[in-house]
């Protein structure tokens, strides 16, 4: 097998095994983990806006005292919210998101929740981000913008 002893194929000279097209990867995130760490929200958010909308599950955030804590640390911002995405999140409520975004002039977005919260996030800051309707976002063939999502 030559170069290749402990591979158990055959790769024909050119085949995919060898080829790797060109591309260019972007990936601009930022972790900030750990306790105590909610208490850097308001530098993180004083970074990328003033108007944030925050987006939410249900309910455990407001049983869990959370939610409150989160207001008192952004009470210097315009803070709105939305609510009410659940583990099965619909366009409907990326919708309703999207029009609160647009009437009160968002320029952030911040998820507090897991990945059905972080999902809608995303398509709510690409839809206002574009200023276009939620549904057409899956459309969309260039990302032209997106607001700030923490």
Known sequence: MGKFPNLKLKPKKNSYLFKMQPFVYLKTVKTIYGKGKLLDLPKEISMIGKRPLVVYGKNSLSRSGKLNKIKLLLNKFS????????????????????????AKKVDCILAVGGGSVIDCAKAISLSLGNKILPKKVFNLKKIKSALPLI
Request: net charge negative; charged share 20%; proline share 4%.
């Open 79 to 102: 803070l709105f919210e939305y609510n009410g995405i659940s583990g099965e999140p619909t366009i409907e409520m990326v919708n309703e998101a999207y029009q609160i975004g647009r």
